[in-house]
């Protein structure tokens, strides 16, 4: 019982952190700035490219331990070996070691979607009082995920430009959330793919 509570626990703060970080921490930001907040479309605009910064700073933060870079390691040897399992071949080191550790449908890209398609969506939100306009973008956090999550789909499926162009940018975080995986990280990556 008290670790299901230590994870609820974590789980609210994550959520917490994750919603101070991103949307209210931005919109505080952008506030004290007042040529920012004299239109909507600029204020959003200014408010996503400071959730953009937040973000890579974040991310790149976490690169300085070396926890997080064993993980980010893992995150490389699952791409190899889900691109290997793509690929129709046998789900062995050799042949995972030679694929790529950057892949569209990864959860990075994910976010960096969610980023993108919710400061456009976010700029048709014009409401002067803050507290309304906040709680307007966490009602509309399921539509911005739903349709982020129907691009990523489309992303993984074709390989046409307009695609590749699109997920370039989550592709080029991925160069942060991915390591190059050594061959025991690759052998357990490997293993919970069978498992799956």
């Known amino acids: 019982k008290a670790s299901k509570l230590i994870i609820y626990v974590a789980v609210v703060l994550g959520i917490a952190l994750s919603l101070f970080l991103f949307i209210f921490l931005p919109a505080f930001i952008v506030g004290l700035i007042k040529p920012l907040t004299a239109s909507y479309v600029l204020r959003n605009l200014s408010e996503g490219a400071v959730r953009v910064i937040i973000l890579l700073v974040y991310m790149k933060a976490c690169t300085m331990m070396s926890d997080i870079k064993r993980l980010f390691s893992y995150h490389g040897a699952e791409h190899k070996t889900i691109?290997?399992?793509?690929?129709?071949?046998?789900?062995?080191?050799?042949?995972a070691r030679g694929m790529s550790r950057l892949h569209p449908r990864c959860g990075t890209s994910f976010l960096v979607f969610v980023m993108v398609i919710s400061i456009i969506l976010f700029s048709f939100i014009s409401w002067e009082n803050m507290w309304i306009r906040l709680g307007l973008r966490l009602l509309l956090l399921p539509v911005v995920a739903g349709i982020s999550y129907e691009i990523i789909r489309w992303a993984g499926k074709s390989k046409s430009k307009i695609v590749c162009l699109i997920s370039r940018?989550?592709?080029?975080?991925?160069n942060i959330t991915t390591r190059e995986p050594d061959d025991s990280q690759l052998e357990v990556a490997i293993e919970s793919m069978k498992a799956v």
């Open 169 to 174: 940018p989550g592709m080029w975080l991925q």
């Open 83 to 95: 691109f290997c399992y793509e690929a129709n071949l046998p789900l062995t080191v050799e042949n």
